[in-house]
């Protein structure tokens, strides 16, 4: 049964092509429908696959469909690896996609390109597979960039909006820059083991100079920092929501940015293989991440933008993780995250469209008593993502600090370091995740209350963008961004909240797959016993059980006070803005220098090379071509006369050869 | 008539020649015969004379369908070998063969001239630009096929005509401007070309039995001094620099394109270009391994400049032919970089690369056609909001903008990847920098396709018709063929593999002693250290972004 694995990526492929030529006339919601319905049936083949890989004694499962690129000693198969780490985010892709399909199904009722928005969801969810299941690193790159493409595509699927445009080609060109790194680290892999297949260069990573390692793993990372939006290339996932909510939830959620963890956590001999320092630069990014995506998080009027950093912040947290030889803690924290954060998304996919696509958080309050399912589902995520016991953030949460906390045990003073700001943006989380739960649904209705001056600006652009372009009899229709008209707060429908709901219940339990005591590691063991030399490279912790109980409650502690300042500051009318770092941080600075950097800086760059092709390169040619004309008998006859007669006489002559070919070649037969 | 005497002709043509019916000699002859057929109709049928290209056009495609078909896949020498003499005395022949090489640009000219020719009408004057455009067919098959030098150059010469004609006669605006600049840029190269190859003949008398040859496989075994060969090398490629273009011989380009009509655009682009590229692989490489070797790091910076140069300055464009143009800079780096890293996954790379760039860039020209019949200009400034006017056309352009940004899964990636890896064997510092081109190609063509197609349409462009049956089924084939080289490229690579591994087999003969292909095992400085387990290694460990050789 195992070998059913290929059916796994084949079924959204299957409905990407049905949609994509059939999808018009399927119509709406069967077009819905028969994407989430493939999508449950990767689920359960995944399911099955699953219980015949725990049943075989070889925890891992290798199958090549056929050779994809045979050039010289390059030799690249399509062909599939099962083992305990791509099946654990197997079940994560397929269950929590389906999921967030069927919420899809839903949320995009109305939209007129209702079937191409699954048709795009049908092929990000085959390229996400590719790049789990993939057997060496080109096959996970074509998923890599496949997941990037949807991303793009999906983010501008509202392309009429200026503002989605420009986000979905930032986030495509930002994951480029990635890419070239992820390229460059491939070339060099190929390089030393004249092979990319994981199974055979992992087993020989051992042996690796640490030099050469380290070079791989540090290109490698370049494209882990663009497609898992970490320093310093982040700044494209915030953007990245202005395309519809479900997308949010799947790809810049709870799926693609973590592609990332994924490949570092595959690539883990290498990583073992490097210079010392080579993991701490790559537990450092997360750290620096992890710590300012929560500090800008604190301060957005954007509920969405809100759950874009804290999705940053949270990926620092398993970059962190893997940096400090926690790659099962980073797994761990990658599913629970997928659960808890997917939850918050839909959540308030559903609030936005109740409120007539508002966003802004400054224009919700109340909405409790209008939306108590929705309410009491966040809420649950929202515990579980501040870390409070015994919901599954707390568990993979305290899991990554109880490892960063070994590397400081270890006699490193960076692991003590890393543990500070761990916790410290442990507290933050709580903090915006509660702002957030206040502003949208407790206090006063802020409904139909004015949007104070200092809107923000892309929202503005585009808004003047849509007004500028308005034609006559042209109907645009505009999910997201602002609607005019009385709003009245609504629950969606069961097809939005069952998903919602799963989610919430599975933010509560999905922690209880990995508590730190003895036999109760269910998830690391797992992972331990399936991924190739993962017990060899995951970090030993060596923690007496009352220290691990300390860390657990002061875990529990941090999130609690977090949420208890965020209730005094609310209750004070200080959540919005935050005094001070609220109106430092609404618009990312960091963000900003890169748009002024390219605007301006980067702009006369590209400007001087054209000048200078024109001018110089182009100049030179017509400089030349001027003078011999000079020399010769007038630019007129240069400029038309000569040539013509030239080629005429190219010509008569090819016929005159030609003639002399045909009658030789008739002599002689 | 015309049919009874095309099949005379192809009969007779290739009567001195191996055994069974005439092939390659028919894909030369079959649009010759269709140019002449042409003349012979009076010039008030434009609808006969536009049948009589589409036929012969896509005659010749069949028949290149048919080589691919009865070509055998692991023999690496010429195949379908036909030969006449032609000039006794100087033993020049009319010979034409088929190898690894060579085969997938034969079928790709077969496969991009009937769609060219359906895609797109002249605005005037059908008698002569149909003449041009079948005569230009002739000259491209002619080009790949032809193993005689005079041969070769007569053909590579041939092709200059038609399109400059075309170009002047039926281009847009600075259309004689364009036309003539490609004319005197090419020609120079070519004259270059020419002394060397007669100097070529000439001094390969001495060696070979005394007699004065230009057959490519007699030349080959010419003695030459090291000097000679390097200066020889220089003519040829000189010839080719133009015609690929590589950087800085490529303002030709830009102009060319932007006045070309459609047709001449998608030629010039899809099969032209190529010749320099072939050029380069068959007489430079094949014929001055020495000076190949030799000149190797000049060109592969080049290569990658031109890479990085191309796509910084397309993305400055303000005109979406020129544009594409520009990108043609930058894709064909990834052919010569390739080409001159010397080594089987670096060629391999730079002939799939040569075929994918024909079938994307080219792809790229007709959909460009389509919206300049609909809108009447090339300008991104007067262009916005087409996806919403027009989904099909946008979702197309998507797909082939996306193959040409070097999707994975697409033919694109594949090509400019294996040049890339046969690249970094060669010298790490280069394939680095020409890695980044994946990232301008994504700069330059998402942010043009933004102007172009996203936002609200305004007047004329909310006007703007979707494609319609036979422009879709123009893309079709093209479509199909990106998707099919990315997914399953196994049995092109393995037809070109062979020949490819003889070229470096022949390079490797008569190279300086103590060469061979970068990336072989003695070759890597960034090596695994055997048998040692200390993996946080203290030895000497060379550290990467050093240079390969």
């Known amino acids: 049964m195992v070998d059913l694995v290929w059916l796994v990526p084949a079924l959204p492929l299957a409905g990407f092509v049905v949609l994509l030529f059939f999808g018009k006339r399927i119509g709406e919601p069967l077009s819905g429908w028969l994407a989430t319905l493939l999508m449950g049936g990767a689920f359960i083949c995944s399911l099955v696959v699953l219980g015949d890989l725990m049943g075989q004694h070889e925890r891992t499962f290798h199958q090549v469909l056929f050779t994809w690129v045979p050039a010289g000693s390059f030799n690249v198969d399509v062909g599939f690896y099962v083992d305990s780490l791509s099946m654990t985010l197997l079940l994560v892709v397929t269950g929590i996609g389906g999921l967030i399909h069927l919420y899809a199904v839903g949320y995009m009722r109305g939209d007129p390109r209702y079937h191409q928005f699954f048709v795009y969801f049908n092929l990000f969810a085959f390229s996400m597979l590719m790049l789990v299941l993939g057997d060496n690193l080109l096959l996970t790159f074509l998923g890599w960039e496949g997941v990037g493409t949807c991303s793009y595509l999906l983010?501008?699927?509202?392309?009429?909006?200026?503002?989605?445009?420009?986000?979905?080609?930032?986030?495509?060109?930002?994951?480029?820059?990635?890419?070239?790194?992820?390229?460059?680290?491939?070339?060099?892999?190929?390089?030393?083991?004249?092979?990319?297949?994981?199974?055979?260069?992992?087993p020989k990573a051992p042996g690796l100079s640490a030099a050469t390692a380290s070079a791989i793993v540090l290109f490698l990372f370049v494209g882990v920092c663009g497609k898992s939006a970490q320093i310093p290339l982040y700044f494209w996932l915030p953007d990245a929501m202005a395309g519809p909510t479900p997308i949010s939830a799947l790809i810049?959620?709870?799926?693609?940015?973590?592609?990332?963890?994924?490949?570092?956590?595959?690539?883990?001999?290498?990583?073992?293989?490097?210079?010392?320092?080579?993991?701490?630069?790559?537990?450092?990014?997360?750290?620096?991440?992890?710590?300012?995506?929560?500090?800008?998080?604190?301060?957005?009027?954007?509920?969405?933008?809100?759950?874009?950093?804290?999705?940053?912040?949270?990926?620092?947290?398993?970059?962190?993780?893997?940096?400090?030889?926690?790659?099962?803690?980073?797994?761990?924290?990658?599913?629970?995250?997928?659960?808890?954060?997917?939850?918050?998304?839909?959540?308030?996919?559903?609030?936005?469209?109740?409120?007539?696509?508002?966003?802004?958080?400054?224009?919700?309050?109340?909405?409790?008593?209008?939306?108590?399912?929705?309410?009491?589902?966040?809420?649950?995520?929202?515990?579980?993502?501040?870390g409070i016991a015994p919901l599954s953030g707390f568990w993979s949460k305290d899991d990554i600090l109880s490892f960063v906390a070994n590397a400081g045990a270890d006699g490193q003073v960076a692991g003590w370091v890393l543990y500070a700001v761990g916790l410290?943006?442990?507290?933050?989380?709580?903090?915006?995740?509660?702002?957030?739960?206040?502003?949208?649904?407790?206090?006063?209705?802020?409904?139909?209350?004015?949007?104070?001056?200092?809107i923000a600006l892309d929202v503005a652009a585009s808004e003047a963008e849509l007004e500028d372009a308005d034609l006559g009899g042209a109907h645009i229709h505009i999910h997201d961004g602002h609607a005019h008209g009385p709003i009245h707060p609504h629950q969606p429908g069961w097809l939005m909240l069952g998903p919602v709901a799963v989610l919430a219940l599975l933010s509560v339990v999905a922690g209880f797959m990995n508590m730190p005591f003895k036999g109760t590691e269910l998830l690391a063991d797992f992972l331990d016993e399936g991924v190739v030399n993962l017990v060899a490279n995951n970090a030993e912790l060596t923690w007496q059980l009352w220290q691990t109980l300390a860390m657990l409650g002061l875990g529990t502690a941090v999130g609690a006070a977090g949420i208890f300042i965020a209730w005094r500051l609310f209750k004070a009318g200080k959540l919005d803005p935050v005094p001070g770092l609220g109106q430092l941080f609404s618009r990312d600075p960091y963000d900003?220098?890169?748009?002024?950097?390219?605007?301006?800086?980067?702009?006369?760059?590209?400007?001087?090379?054209?000048?200078?092709?024109?001018?110089?390169v182009d100049g030179a040619v017509n400089g030349v071509g001027a003078v011999v004309a000079s020399a010769g008998s007038g630019a007129r006859r240069l400029q038309s006369g000569y040539v013509r007669t030239y080629a005429l006489g190219v010509a008569l002559g090819a016929a005159v050869i030609l003639a002399l070919v045909l009658t030789r070649v008739l002599a002689l037969s | 008539m015309t049919a009874s005497l095309l099949a005379q002709a192809v009969y007779?043509?290739?009567?001195?020649?191996?055994?069974?019916?005439?092939?390659?000699?028919?894909?030369?002859?079959?649009?010759?015969?269709?140019?002449?057929?042409?003349?012979?109709?009076?010039?008030?049928?434009?609808?006969?004379?536009?049948?009589i290209a589409i036929v012969s056009a896509t005659m010749t495609g069949a028949i290149g369908l048919y080589v691919l078909k009865v070509f055998k896949a692991g023999d690496p020498g010429m195949q379908l070998v036909s030969e006449v003499t032609w000039v006794q005395s100087l033993d020049i022949k009319f010979s034409l063969g088929v190898d690894g090489i060579s085969l997938f640009l034969v079928v790709l000219t077969g496969v991009i001239f009937p769609l060219a020719v359906v895609a797109a009408k002249p605005e005037h004057s059908e008698k002569g630009y149909y003449f041009w455009l079948t005569l230009l067919m002739a000259g491209c098959t002619g080009v790949f096929l032809a193993l005689d030098l005079l041969l070769f150059f007569l053909f590579f010469e041939i092709t200059l005509v038609p399109l400059y004609m075309l170009i002047g006669k039926w281009g847009h605006g600075r259309r004689v401007y364009a036309a003539t600049k490609f004319f005197i840029f090419t020609m120079l190269g070519s004259m270059f070309m020419l002394v060397s190859i007669v100097s070529l003949a000439y001094l390969a008398k001495a060696g070979v039995d005394h007699t004065i040859s230009f057959d490519l496989r007699r030349v080959v075994a010419a003695e030459l001094g090291t000097g000679t060969g390097r200066w020889l090398f220089l003519g040829f490629v000189v010839a080719f620099a133009v015609k690929t273009p590589i950087f800085p011989f490529h303002t030709w380009l830009p102009d060319a394109h932007t006045e070309a009509p459609t047709a001449g655009s998608v030629d010039l682009a899809g099969i032209l270009l190529k010749l320099g590229t072939y050029g380069f692989l068959r007489y430079g490489l094949y014929l001055f391994p020495e000076a190949s070797i030799f000149f190797a790091p000049l060109f592969v910076a080049l290569g990658a400049i031109g890479i990085v140069y191309g796509g910084i300055v397309a993305a400055m464009q303000k005109n979406l032919k020129r544009l594409v143009a520009y990108s043609?800079?930058?894709?064909?780096?990834?052919?010569?970089?390739?080409?001159?890293?010397?080594?089987?996954?670096?060629?391999?790379?730079?002939?799939?690369?040569?075929?994918?760039?024909?079938?994307?860039?080219?792809?790229?020209?007709?959909?460009?056609?389509?919206?300049?019949?609909?809108?009447?200009?090339?300008?991104?400034?007067?262009?916005?909001?087409?996806?919403?006017?027009?989904?099909?056309?946008?979702?197309?352009?998507?797909?082939?903008?996306?193959?040409s940004v070097g999707l994975p899964g697409l033919s694109g990636f594949i090509g400019e990847f294996l040049s890339l890896v046969g690249t970094f064997l060669y010298?790490?510092?280069?394939?680095?920098?020409?890695?980044?081109?994946?990232?301008?190609?994504?700069?330059?063509?998402?942010?043009?396709?933004?102007?172009?197609?996203?936002?609200?349409?305004?007047?004329?462009?909310?006007?703007?018709?979707?494609?319609?049956?036979?422009?879709?089924?123009?893309?079709a084939p093209l479509i199909g063929l990106i998707v099919l080289l990315g997914v399953y490229p196994k049995p092109v690579l393995e037809r070109i593999e062979p020949s490819v591994k003889l070229t470096i087999a022949h390079v490797q003969e008569h190279a300086p002693p103590g060469w061979h292909p970068a990336g072989s095992q003695e070759g890597r400085d960034l090596s695994p250290?055997?048998?040692?387990?200390?993996?946080?290694?203290?030895?000497?460990?060379?550290?990467?972004?050093?240079?390969g050789h």
């Open chain 1, 155 to 202: 983010i501008s699927f509202w392309f009429e909006r200026k503002a989605n445009a420009t986000a979905g080609k930032k986030a495509f060109i930002t994951n480029r820059v990635g890419d070239w790194g992820y390229m460059v680290g491939m070339l060099i892999t190929f390089f030393v083991f004249g092979s990319l297949s994981y199974s055979e260069i992992l």
């Open chain 1, 252 to 386: 810049h959620a709870a799926t693609m940015v973590t592609a990332g963890v994924y490949l570092l956590v595959r690539v883990n001999p290498i990583i073992a293989a490097s210079y010392g320092w080579v993991p701490w630069i790559v537990a450092g990014v997360g750290c620096a991440t992890l710590l300012v995506a929560a500090i800008l998080a604190m301060s957005q009027r954007d509920i969405k933008k809100v759950l874009a950093y804290s999705t940053v912040s949270q990926l620092g947290y398993m970059v962190m993780a893997v940096g400090v030889g926690g790659y099962t803690a980073a797994v761990f924290h990658l599913v629970t995250h997928a659960c808890f954060k997917a939850c918050l998304f839909l959540g308030a996919g559903s609030v936005v469209h109740g409120m007539n696509d508002e966003q802004d958080m400054r224009r919700f309050g109340g909405l409790r008593t209008q939306m108590p399912v929705t309410y009491w589902c966040m809420l649950v995520a929202s515990l579980a993502i501040a």
């Open chain 1, 424 to 454: 410290f943006t442990a507290l933050l989380t709580a903090i915006y995740m509660f702002r957030m739960m206040y502003l949208t649904f407790h206090g006063e209705p802020r409904w139909d209350d004015p949007i104070p001056e200092d």
């Open chain 1, 592 to 616: 900003a220098a890169i748009a002024w950097f390219m605007a301006h800086p980067g702009r006369v760059l590209f400007d001087a090379l054209s000048w200078f092709d024109r001018t110089i």
């Open chain 2, 12 to 51: 007779v043509a290739g009567a001195g020649g191996g055994s069974g019916f005439p092939v390659l000699p028919s894909m030369v002859f079959v649009p010759v015969f269709g140019a002449i057929a042409i003349l012979a109709v009076p010039a008030t049928r434009p609808q006969m004379h536009r049948l």
């Open chain 2, 328 to 403: 043609s800079v930058s894709h064909m780096g990834f052919c010569i970089i390739g080409l001159l890293a010397l080594n089987v996954e670096g060629i391999e790379g730079a002939i799939l690369q040569m075929v994918n760039h024909g079938i994307i860039t080219g792809g790229l020209f007709i959909l460009l056609g389509f919206l300049y019949t609909r809108r009447h200009t090339y300008e991104m400034s007067s262009l916005r909001g087409i996806q919403r006017s027009a989904p099909v056309f946008a979702g197309i352009f998507t797909f082939v903008m996306l193959a």
């Open chain 2, 427 to 475: 010298n790490h510092t280069a394939a680095v920098i020409a890695a980044t081109g994946a990232i301008f190609a994504s700069l330059y063509l998402l942010w043009a396709y933004q102007r172009v197609f996203h936002g609200l349409p305004d007047e004329p462009n909310a006007r703007f018709v979707d494609l319609n049956l036979s422009e879709k089924l123009v893309m």
């Open chain 2, 529 to 547: 250290v055997a048998d040692s387990g200390h993996a946080h290694g203290s030895g000497p460990a060379p550290t990467a972004g050093e240079g």
